[in-house]
């Protein structure tokens, strides 16, 4: 499975920034999709996931800021929209994915930097 990243990058405190994700490849069925993320002073951090039902689940330092969705016409596709961003939130973001019947995240996309300013 191969995890395609793209977006992020820079951003005033305050401001905005999507990040996209689409997997490809061998697929099997693909139970849930998310997003790590490591910063310079934070150790790596699930940030949010999706199952393939559409439930979703926050870190609590990002609940009410970031939002997790799928692509509703390509279903290994999410996205992270990302609001009031703070500087703590910057760091490398990377999608994952979960295949069925996997207790943890076995794909991995390489890494979509994230820095916000003060």
């Known amino acids: 499975v191969q995890m395609m990243e793209s977006g992020g990058g820079w951003a005033q405190a305050g401001g905005s920034l999507r990040l996209s994700c689409a997997a490809s490849?061998?697929?099997?069925?693909?139970?849930?999709m998310g997003w790590y993320r490591q910063g310079p002073a934070i150790p790596r951090e699930l940030v949010a996931s999706i199952s393939s039902d559409g439930r979703t689940n926050y870190a609590d330092s990002v609940k009410g800021r970031f939002t997790i969705s799928r692509d509703t016409d390509a279903e290994n596709t999410v996205y992270l929209t990302m609001n009031s961003l703070k500087p703590e939130d910057t760091g490398v973001y990377y999608c994952?994915?979960?295949?069925?019947?996997?207790?943890?995240?076995?794909?991995w996309g390489q890494g979509a930097q994230v820095t916000v300013s003060s």
């Open positions: 994952v994915a979960r295949s069925a019947g996997w207790r943890h995240f076995d794909n």
């Open positions: 490849g061998s697929l099997f069925k693909l139970d849930a």
